[in-house]
């Protein structure tokens, strides 16, 4: 996983890891996702839990605020959100879409019959 991804994990925050001090050589004891520099700005994922928690929206909301902009991350092939703009967006939009509209096709066996994909009017 790239490390923009990478932030704070609810199965880990309980527990201790060891990582090296590179600078004097002795070992230190954190929590994983917490970034050892004390400047280093939050990763996104970090960054996009405190807008729901900050609101008091539920933890579930919070989780899927965060697995759906991975989902969009990983169609992008792991591109930073920075790096996109409204075309990369639109073809996401579109692809959840199609997606959709192709398992109620499937769901419903009516063959394409009586559903309307966005596609169509491409």
């Known amino acids: 996983m790239p490390n923009f991804l990478r932030g704070k994990t609810g199965s880990h925050d309980e527990k201790e890891c060891k990582t ?3 600078s004097s050589g002795k070992a ?5 996702g917490l970034s ?5 700005p939050p990763k996104l ?7 729901p928690r900050a609101r008091h929206y539920s933890r579930r909301t919070e989780q899927t605020y965060c697995s759906r902009v991975k989902r969009f991350i ?3 092939n792991i591109r930073h959100p920075k790096e ?10 579109t692809h959840l879409a199609v997606k959709t509209t192709m398992i109620y096709t499937h769901v419903l066996n009516r063959g394409g019959k009586g559903v ?5 009017e491409l």
Do not use: W
């Not at 994922?45 to 807008?51: G, S, V, Y």
């Not at 996109?84 to 939009?93: G, Q, R, S, T, V």
């Open 20 to 22: 090296a001090n590179a």
């Open 28 to 32: 230190q004891f954190g929590k994983p």
């Open 36 to 40: 050892l520099a004390r400047n280093a």
């Open 45 to 51: 994922l970090d960054q996009l839990r405190e807008a």
């Open 74 to 76: 990983f169609f992008h």
């Open 84 to 93: 996109m703009a409204e075309p990369e967006i639109n073809a996401f939009l």
């Open 116 to 120: 309307k994909s966005p596609a169509d």
